[in-house]
């Protein structure tokens, strides 16, 4: 049989077509750590025998996807984070002064936009977004341009003393 070549056959239950749903911290382009290392342990098992993977190259590659992985994780904590900070900055608003400057406004040239200065009766949270209550109205947590905290009373009054 010259001329004739053999090799490993891969089994098909590894590249078989898996349900296309992006893994969790990936983006949504569905290369998550499952598929990352579904593809490593295929790579290692298919390798050339003559020519098998460099360990120096093979622990890089690991370090690389474990510190895309803290990262990620990073990256998710921070995001729930900054949206506990948001929410502590909106509710010590509460009963303060604030002037608001909408940013959908439509201005004509030379016009200058419009200011609301009023006191922040209620606060609203709608997904990821905050919205003040000022005179009836609602506005974006965005929108505010200026804060006045309300002055807190003597702590004793409190308390009842």
């Known amino acids: 049989m010259a ?3 053999t090799g490993i056959a891969a089994p098909t239950s590894i590249f078989a077509q898996e349900p296309t749903k ?3 911290g990936t983006g949504g382009n569905g290369f998550g750590q499952d598929a990352f290392l579904k593809l490593l ?3 290692l098992r ?3 025998p003559s020519e098998p993977v460099d360990n120096q190259q093979f622990l890089g590659q690991m370090a690389q996807f474990t510190s895309l992985e803290q990262m990620v994780k990073m990256n ?3 995001d729930k984070l900054s949206g506990s900070t948001s929410k502590s900055d909106a509710v010590s608003m509460l009963g303060g002064e604030v002037t608001i400057q909408p940013m ?3 201005l004509t040239e030379g016009e200058t936009p419009k200011q609301i200065t009023g006191i922040v009766d ?3 949270f709608v997904g990821k977004d ?3 209550t000022v005179g009836g109205t609602q506005y974006s947590l965005d929108d505010v341009i200026k804060i006045k905290v309300p002055e807190v009373s003597n702590s004793s009054s409190i308390l009842g003393q």
């Open 104 to 106: 959908d406004q439509t």
């Open 22 to 24: 992006a893994a969790a």
């Open 46 to 48: 298919f390798q050339d």
């Open 130 to 132: 905050i919205k003040l």
């Open 76 to 78: 998710t904590s921070l």
């Open 3 to 5: 001329g004739t070549t």
């Open 122 to 124: 209620e606060i609203s």
């Open 41 to 43: 342990v295929s790579r």
